[in-house]
């Protein structure tokens, strides 16, 4: 997945490219793999993950990693051939999510790209994904994220990069994911089962009977699983 998302990039010789929402920096480090001459820039929100990102990317000059909200950041219009956001546009609220994009669009030079992997719902699966993220920020203390993310449709998704004014609006790639709960216990829940046993018990009772069948939903008493729909998007200004 990672090597689709480079290949979607398609990193070249000194092209600026902007990793927003960056986390640690892991597709970054995957395209300098691929293009060791790449002119990265990284953004994110969190100093911890930005102070990851420059362990993992010794080579990126120091001045390379901003921390900031990507709305609040200042960077000069038309500057960056390529702009990437992976798993991102969710974390923000949903009016916010059509600011993000604008401000793509101002920041990329003519013909320049946006690539973006994210969660792709539906009007069938959106309410109870969003109801299960919620209900584990909520267990494991995250309020602000429970606030701030939106789980957009597809449909959603379109309206914001057309409102956007992107054009050419390309699906690269489908994967299909695995929500796993107690996937979650160790990096979220604080490894408390009872926490585990508390998200579990709220998807069993939240779960449309009708959707089980179709996501593949499985109940392993201390693991419930069920699969959603991650796609990579290139749009191009």
Known sequence: DEEAMVKAIDPKPNEKILDAFCGYG????????KESKADLW??????????????????????????????????????????????????????EQVKVAQKV?????????????????????????????????????FEMLTKERYFFREDEFFETMKEAKFSGIKEVYTINYT?????????????????????NEFIRNKFPEKLRKQLKYEDLKDDIQFNIIKKIYVMTK
Do not use: Y
């Open 179 to 199: 929500f796993s709960s107690r996937k979650r216990l160790e990096s979220e829940l604080h490894n408390d089962t009872k926490l585990l046993d508390k998200l």
């Open 105 to 141: 669009f101002q920041i990329l030079k003519p013909n320049g790209k946006l690539i973006i992997w994210d969660i792709m719902l539906n009007n069938e699966n959106q309410t109870i994904f969003q109801d299960i993220i919620r209900k584990k920020d909520e267990l494991a203390g």
């Open 26 to 33: 892991a597709i970054s480090k995957n395209c300098l793999l």
């Open 42 to 95: 990284l953004n994110d929100e969190s100093e911890v993950q930005i102070q990851r990102a420059k362990e993992n990317l010794p080579n990126v000059p120091a001045n390379h990693f901003i921390v900031g909200h990507f709305q609040d950041v200042s960077f000069p219009n038309e500057c960056f051939d390529k702009v990437v956001i992976k798993m991102g546009l969710h974390e923000v609220q949903k009016k």
